[in-house]
Antibody, heavy 123, light 111 residues
């Protein structure tokens, strides 16, 4: 069955960096685009970034553009999110979610989600 | 601040029908981008409920249905059950933002 397992969350000071990982199994990883979505405490879902199946295209929410970098290693079936210059408002549960398609030509739904990893930015 | 607006909460008695609206604009729903709906129970993983405006993934009960018209979309739940208590989010794509967008979320309460 499709599984997505996030890791790498923790408590980090403002301005510092953190890298999240998402290990995938149960499907052909290199055939699907993958998203990062976050949920701040008491808030709704917020899309963060997406990467195409081959890693050649990346798109970001304005709130993280220039600070976060999404990448993937298809040989390891793993997705990453490098988060730099972290701010208090980045505190959230971060989910990785599989896109229903491979390319990003037609935006599709997110059909499988991981359990999430918690990032807390505090001094 | 989301570009897709949902009512904060809706409620209904068991067996009743409730609807959740998702109001967008000409740069997202009105531009023809698909609307998807997710169910999120506290402490669990968000679950895809409706894809591409009206499609139910395998395993989703037919009590759930989606529709889209103009710059808005709706999720209907018929025969409301206690297990339907959850947060529901619509999601689409916005060409002005060049990114994916979620609705503000709606909490469904079964009375």
């Amino acid at each position: 069955q499709v599984q997505l397992v996030e890791s790498g969350g923790g408590v980090v000071q403002p301005g510092r960096s953190l890298r999240l990982s998402c290990a995938a199994s149960g499907f052909t990883f290199n055939s699907y685009a993958i998203h990062w979505v976050r949920q701040a405490p008491g808030k709704g879902l917020e899309w963060v970034a997406v990467i195409s199946f081959d890693g050649n295209k990346q798109y970001y929410a304005d709130s993280v553009k220039g600070r976060f970098t999404i990448s993937r290693d298809n040989s390891k079936n793993t997705l990453y999110l490098q988060m730099n210059s972290l701010r208090g408002e980045d505190t959230a549960l971060y989910y990785c979610a599989r896109d229903h398609s491979s390319s990003l030509v037609v935006p599709a739904a997110m059909d499988y989600w991981g359990q999430g990893t918690l990032v807390t930015v505090a001094s | 601040q989301s570009v897709l607006t949902q009512p904060p909460s809706v409620s209904g008695a068991p067996g009743q029908r409730v609807t959740i609206s998702c109001t967008g604009s000409t740069s997202n729903i009105g531009a023809g981008f698909h609307v998807h709906w997710y169910q999120h129970l506290p402490g669990t993983v968000p679950k895809l409920l409706i894809s591409d405006n009206t499609n139910r993934p395998s395993g989703v009960p037919d009590r759930f249905s989606g529709s889209r018209s103009g710059t808005s979309a709706s999720l209907a739940i018929t025969g409301l059950q206690a297990e339907d208590e959850a947060d529901y989010y619509c999601q689409s794509y916005d060409s002005s933002l060049s990114g994916y967008v979620f609705g503000t979320g709606t909490q469904v309460t079964v009375l």
